[in-house]
């Protein structure tokens, strides 16, 4: 008797979506094997190298032995670093015990929604969202409900409608700020308000997912569990990824209750025990020495922002913001809907991409994976010369939409 594939797998499985920014950079890679010229816009990826000193530090911690297992929640050397990193950049007050460092912060909020969620507990997710964050939540048997705010405001959601969402069953609010897909960044203010409509919610907490904290064109990052009255029900994540490009070190971390980082220890226990060693020293090494290369590679970020923004509002129905942070660009196409070269008929974010992709050989990422039909994501990780030739790609492509 022959065994079905279906049966082979989980349900869990099956039912779960496919990273949509892996799955494009997939199909840009299997075109530049063909020998088309491919701008990849899609992956969060900053083109940078880690900077030498922090190679260098994980180098000599090879050298100093730092090749064996590690506790499951960090080294004491860099959960310390947090811990003053969490105090000085955000004014947040942890202990060691409330420090878990993982395999990446996508690691980090997969161990909270397993840890924190059962079986029909809602989370609520401000949209435009991280691809991941949906499914992250089903995994851990939650329901993800979604409240999202379009360009015309900026992608930034407000308290009224968080307030609308919120229901007996919300154990969570997750978010990113600055904004993966859109750049947006809460303003403190605003950042407030949703911490007042948190807080008169017994029992109800906060993610916050600040791994774009140093990229950040503001001047100034806030963290919302600075706020007194959200304080103790603030689960703050970052990681190493962005601002020091460190992106295949695999290095997140959260601060949280002593409770919630407990739990948190255990679950990661089970799955992949600790980061590895020496990263570990290296991180630590990062967040305790000089930032220049940070701010100089956020400096870069600003410049390639404002060059992506000038050439897609010269595109003829592209409606474009003014991101403040990350290095997303998320313009609003959906007066393409409807639009057609003689082949093809664009009806969705998707089919745009996909258009784009085979006809333009530049990979962005369609909007209906963030929660956002009518946008898509283009990424300006790359340089100011890839970026100016996708852009007139793009331009020349889409006139051919009529």
Known sequence: ????????????????????????????????????????????EPDFDTPDHIKEAAIQA??????????????????????????????????????????????SIANLSLTMLNEGDEAVILGPYWVSYYEIVRLGGGKPVIVSAGIEDDYKINAD????????????????????????????????????????HEGLYIIADEIYEYINFTGKHVSIGSFENVKDRTITVNGFAKGFAMTGWRLGYMGAPKEIAAA???????????????????????????????WKMRDAFLKRRDIVIAGLKEIPGFNVNNPKGAFYVFPDISSYF?????????????????YIL?????????????????????????????????????????????
């Not at 968080?162 to 993966?180: D, M």
């Open 1 to 44: 008797m022959s065994t079905t594939t279906k049966s082979i797998l989980s349900d869990r499985i099956l039912n779960m979506a496919q990273s949509a920014t892996i799955a494009m950079s997939q199909m840009a890679r299997e075109l530049r094997a063909e020998g088309h010229d491919v701008i990849s816009l899609s992956l969060g």
């Open 161 to 200: 409608q968080l307030r609308a969402a919120i229901t007996p069953k919300t154990k969570f609010v997750l978010f990113s700020s600055p904004c993966n897909p859109t750049g947006s960044v809460y303003t403190e203010a605003e950042l407030k308000s949703i911490a007042d409509v948190v807080a008169e």
């Open 62 to 107: 090879l050298k100093d032995g730092y090749t064996k297992y590690t506790p499951v929640p960090g080294l004491p050397v860099l959960r310390q670093a947090i811990v003053d990193k969490f105090k000085r950049d955000n004014n947040l007050d942890f202990d060691q015990s409330q420090i878990v460092v993982s395999n990446g912060a996508k690691q």
């Open 264 to 294: 948190c220890a255990k679950m990661q226990g089970q799955f992949t025990s600790g980061a590895n060693a020496f990263g570990q020293v290296a991180g630590a090494h990062a967040l305790n020495s000089d930032m220049t290369p940070t």
């Open 338 to 354: 409807g639009k057609s070269d003689g082949t093809t008929t664009i009806t969705n974010s998707n089919e745009f991409c996909q």
């Open 358 to 402: 085979k006809n333009a050989f530049v990979a962005v990422v369609a909007g209906s994976a963030f929660g956002a039909e009518g946008c898509f994501r283009l990424s300006y990780a790359a340089s100011e010369e890839q970026l100016l030739e996708a852009i007139s790609r793009i331009k020349v492509c889409v006139a051919k939409l009529v």
